[in-house]
């Protein structure tokens, strides 16, 4: 076998993703690999792959209970033989699953670092062929990496251990240049193939958002939302608790997770998020590392984190399967007190001398202004975060906040400058609500207090403003005009580049909204549609229909739905409608073992959905869908041939009996229609055949509004008996549908008498 075989026969897919083959190929030729991947690049098939071609065991370095369990699942379903060993398992269970493994039994076993130098395990592994050690998360293994964990040095003194020196490949989505020298250092890679994917997420939308009332916006969201799946990360348990106990109350179904409850209760509260038992999670950081559910539509910081490492790590968990996904970060000047009190609580390295420390802290410094300024730039977004993983972006991506945001500029350099002699003049002492305070001519107790008002610069920007004097000197510091130290109580300072603003060689712009944003419930612009998006309204019914089917065999098998099929698996069928195996396993996804336990259910209901039809359940034609799923487009139109029925009709007594209503939708005027047909040869109708003809003689539409897919009725429609009226769907959620009167109803029937079109 293979890598092309294997890829196909056990994971459904017929090609590489960018950047696989070739790390890949480097680990089947003996080289050790440091694969830098962004979330949801299909990391695991770099080493899952090779681990089925290479003789022997392929361990697998995992920091997470919840990620082995998910691997070794998803694995298992593949037809893939693999176990994990970690502290879930009894220790019969464990002994149990060393003695299989040392007789072949397993392929891939996934270990938690704590586990290698236990007598048990180390007695296993010197005695067995270890082909590759793979160390996923490999960030974990660095000092200078925003979540060292001091256990993954035990990595380093175990692979000492083993009898034979194995092939190392290392995988990570967030790494800057040092921490992947570090890696690669640490744990010896000999020259090994170093990959970097790129960094950027183009399915996901950034924006940052400053509402007064934070859990009012995610209220107002949630609900927007409520058929949808997403997390939201608070800073404090506190907050955790807060926040959970209001979505609860207004009636959201959401559970929680922090360090603070029971070891059963996470477990529970994780297994029913990832079940879909409960869409929503409120949690702090403490969750998330190594999550694999795939249709995480959204992710929510209600607070923001200490660095951009971590906020980067934790908003990619959204959108895992290349939909198109939010992530939206609520920020307050109060967070960044709240992370640099976090920072300063944190436990230290015990085994560090002092000037290591410092050097960290000194560094943890450093991104935590990073992660503010993040928050507080007026450029790009996405730009912000590729230029400091050391990436180039484009001026504008189109698909956040800032990009969407209108924005007029003035000429700021004279402001600039008084705010320069004021920091000059209190001699760096005070913070920014001090300096702003003193400019703007306030007359607070605590200013009356310091004396400031004896200062020249006292109130002169007053025209100006306090919180516009706030803006700017915001701007300042992301521009690097002024620095905000990290002493308790963080003091302004001018750096060396104020000079250029003092003799005149750099002038001093201020980016500013030109009117107040309002909060969008949908972030996500045209540049980041859905899969889903290419489905029709009887594909979107029918996808719903499919993933219902997924959601029961979920719960008969104990295991999350998105191991059984990714959504994306489920719309390719929505488009390929397969009848047939053949068919079936050409669907993206579909691998042979998954076919053989869930095939025949799914070409089952299909057939039950179709009546063993192929209808257009997209829009465009087969080669922009196959474009817009990523696809090769090479699939044979066979596939796509319907079979051969007379097309739908009634004549002209049929038409007589059709039972007339004031009002029908499409699917239930399909309906009726139906129930008028003669034979199994005429092929039914269907309320997505009917408003696509509407569309053709201008009587209707479909557009994108705020991201969602919106229909409208035109002038023409109106006249011909359409109209626009609300709904609401089985979550809640009020939308608008087409109804069509009596008048637009004699039309639609007119449409299907025989001789007439």
Same mark, same amino acid.
């Not at 694969?35 to 770099?46: D, E, H, N, R």
């Not at 299989?100 to 397993?106: D, H």
């Not at 560090?352 to 928050?375: G, K, P, Q, V, W």
């Not at 001018?494 to 201020?510: C, F, N, P, R, S």
């Given at each position: ?9 056990? #994971? ?10 070739? $790390?890949?190929?480097?680990? $089947? ?28 065991? !392929? ?53 938690? %670092? ?61 790494? !800057? ?21 790129? #960094? ?29 799946? /997403? ?120 085994? $560090?001398?002092?000037?290591?420390? @410092? ?24 730009? *912000? ?158 996808? @719903? ?14 295991? %999350? ?16 409608? %397969? $009848? !047939? ?66 097309? #739908? ?10 039972? *007339?209503? @004031?009002?029908?939708?499409? %699917? ?63 979550? /809640? ?25």
């Amino acid at each position: 076998m293979n890598k092309y075989e294997a890829l196909k026969k056990y #994971f459904g897919y017929d090609t590489f993703r960018e950047g696989q083959e070739k $790390l890949i190929d480097a680990i $089947l030729e003996g080289r050790d690999a440091l694969g830098i991947m962004p979330t949801g690049a299909g990391k695991s098939l770099c080493y899952q792959i090779p681990a089925l071609l290479l003789p022997g065991i !392929t361990l697998v370095i995992s920091p997470l209970i919840s990620l082995m369990k998910d691997q070794v699942q998803s694995l298992n379903q593949a037809g893939i033989h693999a176990a994990y060993i970690n502290s879930s398992l009894t220790e019969n269970q464990i002994t149990k699953a060393l003695k299989l493994a040392a007789e072949g039994r397993y392929k891939i076993i996934y270990v938690a %670092p704590e586990r290698l130098e236990t007598y048990e395990f180390l007695h296993f592994a010197t005695q067995a062929e270890i082909s590759m050690l793979t160390v996923d998360e490999a960030h974990c293994i660095s000092q200078w990496g925003q979540d060292f964990r001091p256990s993954y040095l035990k990595i380093v003194r175990f692979l000492k251990q083993l009898k034979t020196h194995p092939i190392v490949s290392a995988f990570t989505a967030t790494a !800057t240049e040092n921490v992947r020298e570090d890696i690669s250092c640490v744990l010896g890679l000999k020259q090994p193939e170093i990959l970097v994917t790129g #960094f950027d997420r183009k399915n996901l939308s950034f924006a940052v958002e400053t509402p007064k009332n934070k859990a009012g916006y995610v209220l107002d969201y949630l609900k927007e939302h409520t058929e949808e799946s /997403g997390i939201i990360y608070c800073s404090t348990r506190k907050n955790v608790d807060t926040l959970y106990e209001k979505i609860e109350a207004a009636g959201i179904a959401v559970t929680k997770y922090h360090a603070g409850l029971s070891n059963e209760e996470r477990r529970q509260n994780q297994e029913d998020f990832v079940f879909d038992k409960m869409p929503v999670m409120v949690a702090t950081n403490a969750f998330g590392m190594g999550i694999d559910k795939s249709n995480v539509r959204y992710v929510i910081h209600y607070n923001m984190p200490q660095n951009l490492e971590n906020y980067y790590q934790e908003a990619g968990r959204a959108g895992r399967d290349g939909e198109a996904s939010e992530c939206i970060l609520l920020y307050s000047a109060q967070d960044v007190m709240i992370a640099q009190f976090l920072l300063e609580s944190k436990e230290e390295n015990p085994e $560090l001398t002092e000037e290591e420390l @410092e050097d960290i802290r000194e560094r943890d410094a450093e991104r935590l202004r990073s992660m503010n300024y993040y928050c507080l730039t007026t450029n790009c977004l996405r730009r *912000y975060i590729l230029n400091y993983f050391g990436e180039q972006g484009a001026e504008c991506c189109e698909n956040c906040s800032n990009c969407r945001k209108e924005f007029v500029t003035a000429d700021m350099t004279s402001e600039a400058e008084t705010i320069i002699s004021c920091v000059k003049e209190l001699r760096g002492r005070y913070g920014v609500n001090v300096i702003a305070g003193t400019l703007a001519g306030d007359n607070r107790a605590k200013l009356r207090e310091y004396g400031v008002s004896s200062y020249k610069s006292f109130g002169s920007l007053k025209d100006l403003g306090e919180q516009k004097i706030k803006r700017l000197i915001n701007q300042m510091l992301v521009d690097g005009f002024l620095v905000s130290t990290r002493d308790k109580y963080a003091l302004l300072k001018l750096t060396d580049k104020a000079d250029e603003v003092i003799q005149g060689t750099q002038k001093i712009v201020l980016k500013e909204p030109k009117e107040e944003p309002k909060h969008s419930v949908s972030q996500i612009s045209s540049a980041g549609k859905r899969k889903s998006d290419i489905l029709n309204s009887k594909g979107l019914e029918f996808f @719903e229909q499919l993933r219902t089917l997924r959601t029961e065999i979920a719960r008969q098998e104990g295991m %999350p739905p998105y191991i059984i099929f990714s959504d994306k698996t489920l719309v390719d069928m929505c488009i390929r409608l %397969p $009848l !047939t195996k053949e068919e079936m396993l050409a669907v993206s996804g579909v691998g042979e073992n998954k076919f053989v336990k869930y095939g025949e259910r799914f070409l089952e209901e299909i057939r039950r959905l179709t009546g063993g039809t192929k209808e257009k359940f997209y829009f465009g034609t087969l080669e922009e869908v196959e474009q817009l799923r990523g696809g090769t487009g090479k699939q044979k139109r066979k596939d796509w041939q319907k079979i051969e029925k007379t097309d #739908f009709f009634v004549t002209g007594a049929q038409a007589g009996k059709f039972p *007339y209503e @004031e009002k029908y939708l499409a %699917p239930e005027l399909a309906e009726r229609l139906n129930e008028l047909r003669e034979g199994e040869q005429v092929k039914k109708t269907s309320g997505a055949e009917i408003f696509r003809r509407i569309q053709e003689l201008g009587l209707a539409g479909e557009r994108y509004e705020n991201g969602r897919r919106q229909k409208y009725v035109t002038e023409a429609g109106k006249e011909a008996g359409l109209w626009l009226g609300s709904r609401t769907s089985k979550a /809640g959620t009020e939308y608008q549908d087409i109804y069509y009167d009596k008048k637009a109803q004699r039309m639609v029937v007119e449409w299907f008498v025989r001789g007439t079109q």
